[in-house]
C-alpha cells in the first residue's frame, strides 16, 4: 500500500514578484514569501532595508509597484474592510493608540466599526482580550497615557485581537521595552500562537525574539528575502547575514535560546 506523504498546508499569505520603490531606489526586488498557517515568522534586516514598507505591503495597506499579495487565496488589495478586518490583526510601533480613548474603547473600536454587536457584548469581549493580552481589567476603564510601555503593548495586542484573526503582524513588539518587558511580549506571543492557532508575522531587530521563538526567519539583505531557521540562516556566508547572527548580540541571544531549550 502506498502512503503519501503529508501535504503541506496551503500558505496563509502569499506574496509573489514583489517590487517597491523609492523613487529611482529600489527597496525590495522581485520578493517571494509564503506565510504557512500556524507558524511565528520574523522578518530581520538593517536599517532601511524596506521591512515595515513590507509589513504594509502584506496587509494592503501600501499598493506595490510589482507584484501581488495574496491572502487566503484572496488579494489582499481586493478585500472590503471588514473582510480583512476579520482576517489581519495589526500592531503599529509603540502600540498606536489612541490617546483620547480609554483601553476599552481602543479595544471596542474595531468592533463598533465592522460588525453589529450590543454595546454590552462589545465591553464583555474588550475585557476578554485584555485577560488575554495579561491585563487586568482595570486597565480597560485607563487612558493610554497612564499606562507603561509594556502596558501600553499589551493593549495594543488586545485591540489586535479584537476581531479574531486568523494573522498577526506586529511592527517591533519589543522596541523600547525594558528586557523583563520584552521577555513577557515574547512569552505572551508565543502563548496566544500556541493557545489559538493565530499566525504571527513579526519585524523585528530583536534578536531574542528572532531566535526564541521565531520558527523561520526572513531577512532582506540587498533588496533580496533570504529565508530559513535559525540554524540554516547562521550558515550563511553572506557577509551581512554571517555578521547578524554571529555578533555579539547574536551570541547572547543564542545563549538564551539554548538555555530556554535545554540543551
Given at each position: 500500500m502506498n502512503v503519501r506523504a503529508k501535504a503541506q498546508p496551503e500558505p496563509l499569505v502569499s506574496a509573489r514578484g514583489i517590487v517597491n520603490r523609492f523613487g529611482q531606489q529600489v527597496v525590495h526586488d522581485r520578493i517571494d514569501l509564503d506565510i504557512l498557517p500556524g507558524e511565528i515568522i520574523g522578518i530581520a534586516g538593517g536599517s532601511g532595508a524596506g521591512k515595515s514598507m513590507l509589513l504594509k505591503t502584506l496587509t494592503g495597506l501600501?499598493?506595490?509597484?510589482?507584484?501581488?499579495?495574496?491572502?487566503?487565496?484572496?488579494?489582499?488589495?481586493?478585500l472590503g474592510a471588514a473582510e480583512k478586518a476579520a482576517l489581519i490583526g495589526v500592531l503599529f510601533q509603540q502600540g498606536a493608540l489612541f490617546s483620547s480613548l480609554s483601553v476599552a474603547q481602543n479595544i471596542t473600536l474595531p468592533m463598533r466599526e465592522h460588525t453589529k454587536l450590543p454595546a454590552k457584548e462589545?465591553?464583555?469581549?474588550?475585557?476578554?482580550?485584555?485577560?488575554?493580552?495579561?491585563?487586568?481589567?482595570?486597565?480597560?476603564n485607563k487612558f493610554p497615557s497612564a499606562l507603561s510601555g509594556g502596558m501600553v503593548k499589551r493593549a495594543a495586542f488586545a485591540r489586535a485581537l479584537a476581531l479574531d484573526p486568523r494573522i498577526l503582524?506586529?511592527?517591533?513588539?519589543?522596541?523600547?521595552?525594558?528586557?523583563?518587558?520584552?521577555?513577557?511580549?515574547?512569552a505572551l506571543i508565543k502563548q496566544l500562537n500556541g493557545s489559538l492557532?493565530?499566525?504571527?508575522?513579526?519585524v523585528t531587530h530583536d534578536l531574542?525574539?528572532?531566535?526564541?521563538?521565531?520558527?523561520?526567519?526572513?531577512?532582506?539583505?540587498?533588496?533580496?528575502?533570504?529565508?530559513?531557521?535559525?540554524?540554516?540562516?547562521?550558515?550563511?556566508?553572506?557577509?551581512?547575514?554571517h555578521e547578524f547572527f554571529h555578533g555579539p548580540r547574536a551570541l547572547?541571544?543564542?545563549?538564551?535560546?539554548k538555555k530556554n531549550h535545554g540543551n
Open positions: 501600501h499598493r506595490p509597484d510589482a507584484g501581488e499579495v495574496l491572502l487566503d487565496g484572496k488579494s489582499v488589495l481586493s462589545q465591553e464583555q469581549l474588550a475585557m476578554m482580550k485584555l485577560a488575554l493580552a495579561g491585563l487586568p481589567a482595570a486597565t480597560g503582524f506586529l511592527d517591533e513588539p519589543t522596541s523600547d521595552l525594558d528586557p523583563i518587558s520584552a521577555s513577557g511580549i515574547d492557532g493565530v499566525t504571527v508575522v513579526i531574542t525574539t528572532l531566535f526564541s521563538i521565531c520558527g523561520r526567519i526572513a531577512v532582506l539583505v540587498d533588496r533580496k528575502l533570504t529565508i530559513g531557521t535559525v540554524d540554516q540562516l547562521m550558515k550563511s556566508d553572506h557577509p551581512w547575514i547572547g541571544a543564542m545563549q538564551a535560546r
